[in-house]
């Protein structure tokens, strides 16, 4: 049905894009590999969701709904489903895979989750070199950018249990704090909303660190006070 709305009703894309997620994260359909495979390719391989995520023609807001969407299907956190999804996405040609333009949506952040969902969509495939080269049409830079990704999400993994306390730690010092109802009505998020929010603000550093450079000269003959 997601793939007939997205025919007949191009200008909606985004909103059914999200309705559908809501809805297959939700109710938890039954599914085959035959459907997840329709979904991600489309009826007669055209139409298919791995050819909206690389839309950018169309829209490039649709495109980063589709590639959010895909994300969250391939997440264990969304998606009871996740395993049937990646095993699904793992078994396509790898240029089946570049239909997603991953490298552009690296590229193109534009402040966006759209670059840690490919980061983390291309993870989630476990692909050799040679086919992770192939889904990235060829891209030295975006290769370089995933693994130095992929290099400091291991930091940070390794930093967080190097100095996460104890359960009995934890206990002692918040079993007697009482919340201070300073903000009523505000809902506390949840630990996987924070590390969203944490991987989001960290690549977006990180990218800004990589296109910065220092001029030839030093100061370039502007004098320091």
Known sequence: ?????????????????????GWVLKA???LTEADVQLLYLGFELQGGLLEEVGAFEHSEVSAIAALSLLNRL???EYSTEAPLF?????????????RMRLSHHI???R????????????ESLELPQDKLMAALMQDDFTLREFRRWQESQQSWLSLRTLHQPSLTSRRRTTGNIEPSGLLPGRRALSTREYRRI???????VQMCLSTF????????????P
């Open 28 to 30: 938890k359909p039954q």
């Open 198 to 204: 944490a991987d989001s603000a960290f690549t977006s």
């Open 111 to 122: 402040g966006q989750s759209n670059r840690l969902d490919a980061f983390q969509v291309l």
């Open 107 to 109: 590229l193109r952040d």
């Open 1 to 21: 049905l997601l793939l007939v709305h997205l025919q007949d009703l191009p200008n909606n894309k985004v909103a059914l894009l999200r309705t559908f997620e």
């Open 213 to 224: 450079t220092v001029p030839d000269g030093g100061n370039s003959g502007v004098p320091l």
């Open 74 to 76: 391939l997440s264990h």
């Open 86 to 98: 990646r095993r699904v996405l793992r078994r396509l040609d790898p240029s089946v895979l570049a």
